[in-house]
């Protein structure tokens, strides 16, 4: 079995140095004193404030607009409608032509009369104040002309079509052999259909900008979470060239993949700025987020499997249904997951879209894995009680050899020994497999678990690295953090790469201006960022050595460079060593640098060659009240292989993170969309729950240790979306476990398990 790390250890073996081991956060300082400022918090000389009016209507146009009272108000300096904001392309067609350019398209604001969903911007004041901005927008007086929409989902299923493709540019659809001659045969099958609703993603700190030009150029002070499709997106709508945009993100309170590309507020306080010739800030309220940054969509999903007697899986097949916007399509790859994750030679994914009036979906922390896990590792628990088999033993009868789709070998595949560790430190031998058996006093306890899969991406990055004469080494790269620990992790890299201590290096980020990365999303920054920056201390070492054995002043004058070691500030070569920073100062006293890149992964014959993914088991307890139906955790363990780790305290952060979100996604989280009016009811934090410190129990994560040399330069694979993986299936499992009520829609409330819970549980 593989060896596993807790977040306390610091790993041993090759791989002793800076990296992995559980260092601070080095922004922490930062940002327990304030110190840290987020796009919002930015203030510039004369500057005003923005405040965005919605559309009161789901679909229609603008009839009539007054804006004679709004613009009297004291303070105001700018009304901008439809009737006066400069000129913007068109927003074109609901599917790009390629996959990138979802990111970088043109994204007007005001272009137009027409509405396209419920609070759609259609106007902006500006004022001197933010509360004058505000109370000027209430004096808007609008007329509409509303035309009947499309906004209930279930009722309109009918009506799907298959995308060209789906998130990423992956297949719509998969087929594997006979799958529906082999399921028909099957002695033991499911054949379910699962729902789960539309979500938000509700970061701490909300979309806003800050937007000043100086000349023909513009800055922007934003919260995003890829600077350079921001700068792209931005150029695209207001028709300049992209060096001619500045985007500057270098703290982000949240973001879960609802920042990735530019929306309202941006261009927006672009706009006006221009208009006013003064820097404009704007901020979207907790409301306007829900309709204005994004969601996951309301899906239905069909699972069937069927299996010979003794679990061996003949077929698998996944079809999801999943809204979308019917003016710019997206299409979460919720299927797609599973062409990896089991052995079966017969196999269908399928994804169909419902068009509604309502704004786009977009990528939500683990699009794909998070719905589409919570229902399909349910499925697999319903399996396994219709075989009389444990759950473990069921994936483990249909652990695949070989990627079961693509026919590739995996680079690693540790997801066997992630449940088997599990089960040991879970205590799963004590979990009674017949439902609604254990009990203390009028609770009733389950246990739960299930697999976690999440692909292994890398995006193409750069970075520049310089030392200076007194050894300092400073990095930069447009990354973001997004409070992973980005700047920790970096920091961790170019120590341990240069033999230097953390306190030498300092890692800059969040400016378009420093070499351009793949951002932070998809769980692919760290590693993509990251590899950068290690080829760019390769780069800069070989350098050092160029210049110490050409230079006669060198004690290193001559040397054989192969033979050469970075460590503990100095530089060794075979029985000579120097310190490094006397070294720079004796061969290069004005500093050098030099810059590294990697490859996107897609591009890379490793990509090709290899299935490369990190995987995990999650386990949980609950307890149920038998009087009541509420459901408490009670605790959760994640055992996670996600190849070398990079910062095991981090690390640690990311698993907890996400195995709230699987608490979330199975117990509480669901945007109701009225299917009258189109617009999201509980659109706060009051009514639209997650998880709070009252909702968490014990939680535990583990890493097994794992050095992945297929994936890139680090060994290291995305973790920050595993932990959403599946999180939420182990706690629906339990939740089946402790009571024997199977709640196929989700959230699982209380309500849905009381009016099932059999009188022999009460």
Not at 213 to 233: D, E, K, V, Y
Not at 369 to 390: H, I, T, V
Not at 451 to 473: F, H, K, M, S
Request: hydrophobic fraction near 40%.
């Amino acid at each position: 079995m593989a060896k596993t790390m807790t977040s306390e250890n610091r790993p041993s073996g090759p791989h002793s140095g800076a990296i992995g081991r559980p260092i601070d956060r080095i922004d922490g300082p930062l940002k327990v004193t304030g110190r840290a400022t987020y796009a919002y918090e930015n203030a510039l000389e004369d500057m005003a404030y923005g405040c965005i009016l919605g559309a009161a209507i789901a679909k229609g146009r603008i009839a009539e607009i007054d804006t004679a009272e709004a613009e009297r108000t004291p303070g105001v300096l700018l009304v901008m409608t439809h009737r006066n904001a400069p000129g913007q392309p068109d927003f074109g067609p609901a599917v790009t032509p390629t996959v990138p350019e979802v990111f970088t398209r043109a994204r007007p604001a005001l272009n137009s009369r027409w509405v396209r969903y419920y609070d759609e911007p259609i106007a902006l004041v500006v004022a001197e104040t933010f509360e004058a901005a505000r109370a000027a927008t209430g004096l808007i007086r609008v007329r509409y002309d509303a035309e009947p929409g499309r906004y209930d989902f279930r009722m309109r299923v009918a009506e799907a079509y298959a995308p060209k493709r789906t998130n990423a540019g992956l297949e719509t659809d998969s087929v594997i052999g006979d799958f529906e001659s082999a399921f028909a045969a099957a002695p033991v099958k499911i054949d379910t259909a699962y729902r789960t609703p539309f979500e938000h993603h509700n970061p701490m700190e909300p979309h806003a900008t800050l937007a000043a030009w100086s000349g023909n150029g513009l800055t922007i002070h934003t919260s995003a979470q890829t600077l350079a499709n921001f700068r792209a997106g931005v150029a695209s709508t207001l028709g300049i060239p992209p060096e001619r945009v500045r985007i500057v993100s270098p703290f982000i309170g949240g973001g879960f993949g609802c920042k990735l590309i530019v929306h309202a507020d941006t261009i927006l306080a672009a706009l006006a700025a221009q208009a006013l010739q003064r820097p404009v800030k704007i901020a979207l309220t907790r409301q306007q987020m829900f309709a204005n940054a994004g969601h996951r969509a309301e899906m239905i999903q069909q699972v069937r499997l069927g299996a010979d007697n003794v679990g061996r899986l003949a077929g698998i097949s996944l079809d999801v249904w999943s809204a979308t916007s019917s003016f710019e399509e997206y299409c979460e790859q919720t299927a797609a997951f599973t062409r990896s994750l089991y052995a079966a030679p017969n196999r269908i994914t399928r994804h169909r879209l419902v068009p509604l009036d309502i704004n786009r979906g977009e990528w939500m922390r683990s699009p794909g894995e998070a719905p589409g896990m919570l229902a399909f590792e349910c499925a697999m628990d319903e399996l396994a009680e219709r075989l009389s088999l444990d759950p473990i033993e069921l994936r483990t009868r249909n652990e695949p050899a070989q990627d079961p789709e693509r026919g590739v070998p995996f680079s690693t595949r540790n997801l066997v020994a992630c449940m088997e560790e599990g089960a040991r430190r879970f205590g799963w031998q004590r979990r009674d497999p017949t439902p609604g058996r254990t009990r203390e006093g009028r609770k009733l306890i389950g246990y739960g678990m299930a697999a976690a899969i999440r692909p292994n991406y890398i995006g193409a990055a750069t970075a520049r690295v310089a030392i200076d004469r007194n050894g300092q080494v400073a990095a930069w790269l447009d990354m973001t953090d997004i409070g992973t620990g980005t700047y920790t992790i970096l920091t961790q890299i170019a120590a341990e790469s240069l033999g230097l201590p953390i306190a030498s290096v300092k890692v800059k980020l969040g400016d378009s201006r420093f070499p351009r990365t793949a951002g932070s999303g998809g769980s692919w920054g760290a590693a993509s960022a990251g590899s950068a920056l290690y080829n760019a201390c390769n780069a800069l070492k070989q350098r050092i050595l160029e210049a110490a054995r050409s230079s006669e002043a060198s004690p290193l004058h001559g040397a054989n460079a192969t033979e050469a070691s970075f460590a503990d500030g100095k530089v060794r070569v075979g029985q000579r060593s120097a310190s490094l920073a006397d070294l720079i100062a004796e061969i290069a006293p004005d500093g050098l640098e030099a810059e590294g890149s990697v490859a996107a992964g897609a591009t890379t014959e490793s990509y090709k060659a290899y299935s490369q993914h990190s995987y995990g088991a999650h386990f949980a307890e609950v307890e149920v009240d038998c009087d009541t139906s509420e459901i408490r955790m009670r605790r959760m363990l994640a055992v996670m292989a996600a190849g070398r780790i990079l910062n095991a305290k981090t690390a640690r952060s990311q698993i907890l993170g996400g195995m709230a979100w699987g608490i979330g996604a199975a117990l509480m989280e669901e945007t109701v969309l009225d299917p009258r009016s189109g617009h999201f009811v509980n659109h706060d934090l009051a009514e639209y729950h997650v998880p709070v410190n009252g909702d968490i129990a014990e939680m535990e994560v583990v890493f097994l240790e794992e050095h992945d040399d297929k994936a890139n330069p680090l060994g290291a694979k995305g973790l920050g979306e595993l932990g959403v993986c599946g999180a939420g299936a182990a706690v629906a499992n339990a939740v089946y476990n402790a009571t024997g009520v199977r709640v196929r829609e989700f959230p699982i409330t209380l309500d849905k398990v009381l009016a099932a819970l059999p009188l022999t549980a009460i």
